[in-house]
């Protein structure tokens, strides 16, 4: 089974740059494609995108000009920045795997953008 | 983009009777090469992550009681509950991942009657 755990600051501040990063056990990095999604509060899921173990990309339109998701297999982590953050980013992130026979989930990580 | 809609919006059932929620994509996500529908279903409580139920459309994830079942093809799908308790009580996703970007339904609030 893998597991998946969600790090970084729970405070942006509007016009910077969001940045988390995943830590993934429990399965080779070439299994999987390597993704995010987020949950603003009170709404539904959005997909972000994804990292391949061979740093293939692919991003949701809506936030592509913004978004980049890079990996790093040494460290069994990959990563997630979002820039020129405005109130509209708050959300819970998650990363997940995408993939293989079935997705697992971290247990997402809240990041509010101040002002 | 796929659109998945799901319906109702929200729905309240009684204990031990039969909930239903339905799911429709707005274009065919069979993989014609390996016959399967990239579907899956979440359950997800207040403050918490969402949790898988329900994969290829009717594959129930491990530990998952089997009130909860999955059925559907192509553009249509399913998910029921066949005998409501009281920890059922979430909002319900579905998700396509047949094509990207992954999306996903807009949720149905199930709640007890």
Redesign the interface.
């Known amino acids: 089974q893998v597991q998946l755990q969600e790090s970084g600051p729970g405070l942006v501040k509007a016009s910077e740059t969001l940045s988390l990063t995943c830590t993934a056990s429990g399965a080779s990095m070439s299994t999987y494609y390597w ?1 995010w ?1 987020r949950q603003s509060p009170g709404k ?4 972000v ?1 994804y990292v391949s173990y061979s740093g293939t990309t ?5 936030l592509k000009s913004r978004v980049t998701i890079s990996i790093d297999t040494a460290r069994r982590q990959f990563s997630l920045k979002l820039t020129s953050v405005t109130a509209a980013d708050t959300a ?1 992130y ?1 990363c997940a795997t ?1 993939g293989g ?3 697992n ?4 990580i809240l990041v509010a953008v101040s002002s | 983009d796929i659109v998945m809609t799901q319906s109702p919006d929200s729905l309240a059932v009684s204990l031990g009777e039969r909930a239903t929620i339905n799911c429709k994509s707005s274009q065919s996500v069979l993989n014609r090469s390996n016959y399967k529908n990239h579907v899956t279903w979440y359950q997800q409580k207040p403050g918490q992550p969402p949790k898988l139920l329900i994969y290829w459309a009717s594959t129930r994830e491990s530990g998952v009681p089997d009130r909860f079942s999955g059925s559907g093809s192509g553009t249509d799908f399913t998910l029921t509950i066949s005998s409501l308790q009281a920890e059922d009580v979430a909002v319900y996703y579905c998700q396509q991942y047949y094509d990207f970007p992954r999306t996903f339904g807009q949720g149905t609030k199930v709640e007890i009657k």
Request: glycine share 18%.
């Open positions: 993704s999604i539904g899921l959005e997909w995108g692919n991003y949701n339109p809506s819970v998650y995408d026979s079935r997705p989930w971290g247990q997402g």
